[in-house]
């Protein structure tokens, strides 16, 4: 088992902002890490792959990059549409895998 | 396009064996290149995963489930099964199936690109 760990647990921005969520894994996993977003009701959907590919039909303001123990998934310019909680998911020990704790970005 | 749709009894008793379906619709591709896996979500909590079954038959399982857990496959039924035994209350959570695909066959780069709705088991007396 590779625990990941996400930071920050809650995040407040506004329409317009910037935000960084970073995931670290206790060991190097590569690039084997996913970036979810999941709203209240509905399973998650796939936002980044491989630590830095844009997942089709996924806006280009969602962006992530790292490798090796350290990742981050940015949004560059927050809509309405994205608040929601954001889950990094380790696979380099597939067909185990890992989630992080979770962020939940909400409207300040 | 796949769909994936879980069920189940909503209510199992402490102690009993909790007994989830996936029915799996589209092409149901047992092949190097995907696996099935369960994941589930407490109430207002993250997401867990719970195990894994590879094309090969092979299944893998959260390690803290200390050996509750098993899954099998029925390819005839296009069907994905759980079953968690000796259930408590913290087992109450939605239940998700879900399949990761595994580019160029290699699992290390896999990720989930269907994932069913989800089901609410409640352990309760």
């Known amino acids: 088992d590779i625990p990941v760990t996400q930071s920050p647990s809650s995040l407040s921005a506004s329409v317009g902002d910037r935000v960084t969520i970073t995931c670290r894994a206790s060991?190097?996993?590569?690039?084997?890490l996913n970036w979810f977003q999941q709203k209240p009701g509905k399973a998650p959907k796939l936002l980044i792959y491989a630590a830095s590919s844009l997942q089709s039909g996924v806006p280009s303001r969602f962006s992530g990059s790292g490798s090796g123990t350290h990742f981050s998934l940015s949004i560059s310019s927050l809509q309405p549409e994205d608040f929601a909680t954001y889950y990094c998911?380790?696979?380099?020990?597939?067909?185990?895998?890992?989630f992080g704790q979770g962020t939940k970005l909400e409207i300040k | 396009q796949l769909q994936l749709q879980e069920s189940g009894p909503g209510l199992v008793k402490p102690s009993e064996t909790l007994s989830l379906t996936c029915a799996v619709s589209g092409d149901f591709i047992s092949s190097i290149s995907y696996y099935w896996g369960w994941i589930r979500q407490p109430p207002g909590k993250g997401l867990e995963w719970l195990g894994s079954?590879?094309?090969?038959?092979?299944?893998y399982f959260n390690p803290s489930l200390k050996g509750r857990v098993s899954i099998s496959e029925d390819t005839s039924k296009k069907q994905i099964s759980l079953k968690l035994r000796s259930v408590i209350a913290a087992d109450t959570a939605i239940y998700y199936c879900?399949?990761?695909?595994?580019?160029?066959?290699?699992?290390?780069?896999?990720?989930?690109?269907?994932w069913g709705e989800g089901t609410l088991v409640t352990v309760s007396s």
């Open positions: 079954l590879y094309y090969s038959g092979n299944t």
């Open positions: 060991q190097s996993i590569s690039n084997s």
């Open positions: 998911q380790q696979t380099y020990s597939a067909p185990s895998m890992s």
């Open positions: 879900a399949r990761a695909y595994c580019p160029n066959a290699v699992c290390q780069t896999a990720y989930i690109d269907y």
